[in-house]
């Protein structure tokens, strides 16, 4: 056990109130639940509502993306747990701006289950909601499964573009369409090096013996594709990017944005090794990097390993990529 | 071994080579050297020059920090191991607009050496170089040697507002004086979980046990002030904050900023943990916090541990903290 923490049952709330401390400006408490957290001018009259949620342990995913140009709203589990249905219900109301909410988050069971009773409550508060789910790992499910995949950090780049929309004023049907949109032309593959320590009981969540690697594993040690000796980093990149640009039939001429992200433990400098192999692929395939992020934006506690997830870009997303944003986690200036 | 990695010999050239690949509209390599970078727009005409520079294996330190409103440029040296003088006076000759440079890096033998070396070269080609280390770390040496102390994480604050000074136009001697006030005024401590693997041996650079901690380790592995069992966040915090608040003087109605700063391994939730003591226990003492950051700004590879800065403000300080910056890993807007 090496965690910094104090009671392990207080852990989830103590993060979240580090988080209401450190940044009162950007985000609040609309009552009285510690796991409900909104933008700090929420509701914003006239604009399209996004929420977002899912178990903790994956910081900056997902309560860091609540802000300006992002999402408005987050409703937060336990570590690897669903919120509730409750939760996901005030992060709606609280966000709602008269336009409508949009509930984006991973496709994993007990999210769906919870968001789809807390969207049915919150229609009969005529609050309008439509659901779009990321599940851009394209390891959890073959393609023509696409609807069944888990999700896993591609979907930043649906917070960044559904929020880009929502603040310039599209309607439902429009921020849900960028939304949608995203998340289709995104795919996401990871690699674990080591297991993840759940606080509660201090035990490895998997076992993966040192100098092994598990490449496709999911963000809460869901089992890959491939298990085996750890390989070099431009190997390991060729496999996952073998895969993701396969899914995504990228071909001469188009443009991606490009999100390698750590897990947990690996240090930024390996992160900017596998980036060098990435871009220097994509060159070869003719592909253009328009954007790139490098460091944590979805992360597994202190699972050693990375992920990298493409966005097949059109004019308008790279539009919205680049639009203003500031949570206390990313901004865009 | 858990690392991503190509040939270990390889290591620091592909992730500088990454980091150029990934931030060409930020940041460049003035020469063939590709251990120096610069930033896209260097050398500034008219404005004094920053050039930092130290060992890798610390991302963001130090190159993260090359780009507007921070430093100027970096010389890269081997993981833990200081830049060459060549490298340094490179870095110097290309960021100087013609109002000299200030030399800004942590107080660490071998960097003090070559750096010093390549200053009075510069001095030779009629650029006038000044030098501030950081020192800022409170374990290192007690408070009538605060001149002998190891710079750690606390020389973001110095880059934050020399920088900014930089930025605005001050000369050479209003910067050096603005880094140095800020130094003066800034006193972090650390602790460490787990120790660092190197690279090139896939070894670790100290033993630390499972459950063992070491309060007030250097980022190198340097011995600290106490090893002993695991304790809580609160009393990790406690420990630290009584060692800075007294270096610093602090008192009700000082103002402070707040780094609580990942080593490498150990997750952002965590640190928001410690953030909330720390955010209590000064309001607690009538000590504000204007400015808070929270997350990996000077890392140690992969060692699992955290380390807290505060800087005691005052009203340039604070201004020139929330100066315009950009760089690959720091942006206020």
Redesign the interface.
């Known amino acids: ?6 009671d392990p049952e207080r ?1 989830v709330d ?6 209401v ?2 940044h009162p400006h950007l985000v609040k408490h609309p009552g009285q639940d510690p796991r409900v957290l909104v933008r700090a001018d929420a509701p914003v009259a006239g604009k399209v509502g996004i929420v977002t949620g899912g178990g ?2 994956h ?2 995913l997902f309560k ?1 993306y609540v802000g300006q140009g992002l999402c408005s709203g987050v409703a937060i589990g336990n570590v690897f747990s669903s919120p509730s249905v409750q939760q996901c219900l005030e992060a709606a109301q609280a966000v709602d701006g008269g336009k409508g909410v949009l509930f984006l988050y991973g496709n994993y069971g007990g999210d769906v289950f919870n968001f789809d009773l807390a969207a049915e409550m919150a229609e009969l508060e005529d609050i309008e909601v439509r659901t779009v789910l990321g599940r851009d790992d394209v390891a959890s499910q073959p393609k023509e499964r696409k609807a069944d995949r888990r999700g896993v950090a591609g979907i930043f780049f649906a917070y960044k573009t559904a929020g880009a929309a929502a603040e310039r004023g599209d309607d439902l049907a429009g921020v849900a369409e960028v939304a949608e949109r995203t998340v289709e032309r995104t795919a996401t593959m990871g ?1 674990g ?2 297991p993840t320590i759940l606080p509660t009981t201090g035990a490895p969540s998997f076992e993966l013996p ?2 092994q690697m598990e490449i496709g594993i999911g963000i809460h040690g869901e089992p890959g594709i491939h298990r085996g000796e ?1 390989r ?3 190997e ?1 990149a060729d496999s996952i990017l073998d895969a993701v640009t396969a899914d995504l039939d990228l071909a001469e001429g188009d443009r991606v944005a490009v999100l390698v992200n750590g897990l ?13 192999r990435v ?2 692929r994509l060159s070869d395939l003719g592909v253009s990097v328009e954007r ?1 992020y ?3 934006y979805a ?1 597994s ?2 699972m ?3 992920s990298i997830s493409l966005l097949k870009l059109d004019d308008e997303l790279l539009e919205l990529l680049d639009a203003p944003a ?1 949570s206390p ?1 990313f ?1 865009e ?1």
Do not use: C, W
Not at 1 to 6: E, S
Not at 264 to 276: M, N, Q, S
């Open positions: 056990m090496k965690k910094i923490i104090n852990f103590e993060m979240v109130e580090g988080i401390l450190a903790s342990g910081l900056p860091g690699v090096l080591s040192d100098g750890l070099s980093a431009d390991i947990g433990a690996t240090p930024l400098e390996e992160l900017y090794v596998l980036y060098r871009h220097t790139r490098v460091g944590e992360t506690l202190e050693a390993g990375a500031r986690f901004q200036a």
